[in-house]
């Protein structure tokens, strides 16, 4: 790579390509966009336009190239675009180019109106589920939401920690799957009968052999992670990770407290044991302090920590293959040496990171290819 002169506009000559990298996206009827597409050289991108011009519905179509609902945790209808629509067989499509190291894959995902699940392809294999992305693209995500994480319920934090979890292990996806499918089913029984005790045996039986496989995938990715974590300080703190909630440690364990939680659960209409209630308590280190009783500003750096430090395990754990880093309006409340350190570890970590904001000069110092999102198009600066 050549030095190029600190310019803003040079941003792309200093990219550093990443080895795990989104090069094209196609959008047909997602959203704001009929049809959209953007090509990339493969290192990070920063997406900078107003209010409104389409920069989050970039990311949450990229959030779709991993198992799960993707970014806004919307439902399969919401990505329909409202409007004008472009004529296609699906109802909203994403398509994508991944660079991984040598290998290149065709990713496509999209929604038609008879299929209950959104359709996945893989090199133009149509896959079993969205699972099996998992093996293909790792990611995480920050975003403006995700700034009350540590303060709102449970249920965020269980989805960002298993995000994770799915980095370092591509079938948790599955196990999650398994356990909540069973779960539901043995609600349902619970609920309307009958309550056939070999039929909800079975169901309990599913649930425990899942849940104590998701339980050690989060404790092995909370022990890689605290690893990660110790002893760093800078603009990025250190802290520690702990899973909270009752601990299921075998599976004989989880079905005797569900077995024993029938009547209540039937009662009460929820399922009162299992993993699918556990937290993830984070404490900032050096403060001494829950992350609930940080600051703002605190939170927002123990949040980047933690992304962070998911990243290099990973990186260090698949042959420097670090993950997409999707960071929705992340520049906006880091203070210019913070932005700063964001960049320089992204730049360290080579990581596609895909950075949206409203003003360009959030982004000074950032090795990455510029472009401006404006009337659903994608402009390069100074291209
Ligand atoms: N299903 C949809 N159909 C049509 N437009 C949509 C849909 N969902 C969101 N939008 C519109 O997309 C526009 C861009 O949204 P977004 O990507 O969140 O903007 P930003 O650049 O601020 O991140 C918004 O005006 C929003 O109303
Ligand atoms: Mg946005």
């Not at 439902?75 to 994403?94: I, N």
């Not at 992670?225 to 002893?231: Q, V």
């Not at 407290?257 to 009162?272: F, P, Y």
């Not at 997409?324 to 932005?339: K, P, S, T, Y």
Request: proline residues 3%; aromatic residues 6%.
């Amino acid at each position: 790579m050549t030095a190029a002169p600190d310019t803003r506009l040079s941003g792309e000559a200093r990219a550093i390509p990443a080895k795990l990298a989104v090069t094209r996206l196609n959008l047909t009827n997602f959203r704001s966009y009929a049809v959209g597409e953007l090509v990339t050289a493969g290192a990070a991108v920063v997406l900078a336009g107003q209010n409104g011009a389409g920069k989050t519905n970039i990311l949450d179509a990229i959030s779709l190239l991993s198992p799960g609902r993707g970014l806004r945790g919307a439902k399969l209808a919401e990505h329909v675009r409202k409007g004008p629509t472009a004529p296609s067989e699906t109802l909203w499509a994403v398509a994508a180019t991944v660079r991984r190291g040598e290998t290149e894959y065709e990713i496509g995902t999209g929604f038609t109106e008879q299929a209950a699940s959104r359709q996945v392809r893989l090199n133009g294999v149509e896959a079993k589920s969205s699972a099996e992305l998992g093996d293909v693209v790792q990611m995480v995500w920050l975003t403006p939401a995700m700034d009350r994480l540590f303060i709102e319920s449970a249920s965020g934090r269980r989805r960002f920690l298993d995000r994770l979890v799915l980095g370092f292990e591509p079938s948790h996806a599955r196990a999650t799957t398994r356990y909540e499918t069973a779960m539901r089913e043995r609600a349902r029984l619970l609920k309307y009968g009958p309550r056939d005790p070999a039929w909800l045996d079975g169901l309990e039986n599913e649930m425990a052999q899942a849940g104590v496989i998701i339980a050690a995938a989060r404790a092995s990715t909370v022990a890689r992670l605290n690893r990660a974590l110790a002893g760093r300080d800078g603009a990025f703190p250190a802290a520690l990770l702990a899973l909270a909630g009752e601990d299921f440690n075998t599976a004989d364990a989880l079905r005797e407290a569900l077995a024993r939680s029938r009547i209540r659960d039937a009662e009460s209409g929820r399922t009162q044991a299992g993993p699918h209630l556990a937290d993830l308590a984070t404490r900032h280190t050096q403060k001494r302090a829950d992350a609930r009783d940080c600051s703002t500003g605190e939170q927002k750096a123990l949040l980047i920590s933690i992304m962070l430090a998911f990243a290099r395990e990973l990186a260090e754990a698949r042959d420097g293959l670090a993950p997409l880093l999707l960071l929705d309006e992340i520049a906006a409340h880091l203070d210019a040496i913070r932005r700063a350190a964001l960049f320089e570890e992204i730049s360290d970590l080579s990581a596609q990171a895909w950075m949206t904001g409203t003003d360009l000069s959030l982004f000074d110092g950032a090795r990455a290819q510029i472009f401006e999102v404006r009337d659903g198009l994608f402009h390069e600066a100074g291209a």
